[in-house]
């Protein structure tokens, strides 16, 4: 009996925020199908008529962001008027990136369109959620039409990839794509990076097992559940934008991404790389990252 009750206890500790975030994603999926059933909507998830509850949601995860994390955003100003796209890096579980689309909606009003994983839309009860906050599959042909109605549009090169595998050293695990940077060029807009400081403290990964990597690279699935959940200092920044140029090629515009040389290139390999070696301790440590949280003379 105490050897069992320890072990709940311990899956609590570790599980217990986690499994929390995805109550909560199902909440917001509730409320949007009230809402829809309520105003008898058959409206377009991105029109304005959504533009009332899509704020309460914000809220609420805003609220949520600023308690448990004591939230912070910096660099608003780096994003262009018209569209864009954002690259950053993916933590364990990406809820600093849900943060950054409600504060965004909050304060300029401005719905940030997401490139997500295929396996997110064969998740089971979060499909209006998804439509609703602009969660698309990124196919180029989506992502152009998204840029061409001027909204931002974001991505994680790393994706589920980064999220399983990476680790408090903050690796990038882009491997070899450049889909984003040539849609980017199509479109003749810039590519905003942005990363969020302690993301790793605040959940992590299970360090990587050669039968979990090989089972995700088969079926392309997360099979590695997230940890964590310990209430420490969460800051968004975003960075410089890079612009577009008519005469750089795709290859060219990646390894402007990736090697630095409009954001801090002195420092670091890459514009995303840069933020994190500007703004993150490396190796991360979760200790530190809780005690900034309580840190008055960062603010």
């Known amino acids: 009996v105490i050897i069992g009750s320890l072990t709940i206890s ?6 217990i925020v986690p499994l929390t975030i995805i109550f909560c994603i199902y909440l917001s999926n509730f409320l949007l199908l009230i809402y829809q059933r309520n105003n008898e909507l058959k409206a377009d998830p991105l029109s304005d008529v959504w533009n009332s509850v899509r704020k309460t949601i914000a809220r609420f995860w805003d609220i949520y962001a600023r308690i448990w994390h ?3 955003l910096h660099g608003v100003e780096n994003l262009p008027e018209g569209p864009g796209i954002l690259v950053y890096y993916h933590g364990a579980i990406p809820i600093d990136y849900l943060y950054f689309l409600s504060r965004l909606y909050l304060w300029k009003k401005r719905l940030c369109l997401s490139v997500a994983d295929h396996f997110v839309f064969r998740l089971p009860g979060v499909q209006l959620l998804l439509r609703v906050t602009g969660v698309m599959p990124g196919t180029r042909e989506e992502c152009l039409v998204a840029l061409k109605n001027g909204y931002l549009v974001s991505i994680s090169p790393g994706g589920v990839r980064e999220a399983l595998f990476s680790d408090e050293s903050y690796q990038l695990m882009w491997g070899n794509r450049k889909g984003f940077a040539q849609v980017a060029l199509e479109a003749k807009v810039p590519i905003i990076p942005m990363y969020t400081q302690n993301v790793r403290e605040g959940y992590r990964t299970f360090k990587e097992r050669r039968f979990f990597r090989q089972l995700y690279e088969i079926t392309r699935l997360p099979f590695t559940p997230p940890y964590g959940g310990l209430p420490v200092k969460f800051r968004t920044y975003i960075g410089k934008p890079i612009p ?4 750089v090629t795709t290859e060219e515009l990646v ?5 630095g040389k409009f954001l801090f290139s002195f420092q670091t390999k890459t514009a995303v790389q840069a933020l994190i070696s500007k703004h ?7 200790w530190k990252a809780l005690l900034e949280r309580f840190d008055k003379r960062r603010k």
Not at 244 to 247: E, I, K, T
């Open 10 to 15: 311990a899956i609590l500790v570790f599980f």
């Open 70 to 72: 004591g939230y912070e």
């Open 244 to 247: 577009y140029d008519p005469n």
């Open 255 to 259: 390894e402007k991404v990736c090697k």
């Open 280 to 286: 993150q301790t490396i190796p991360g440590s979760m």
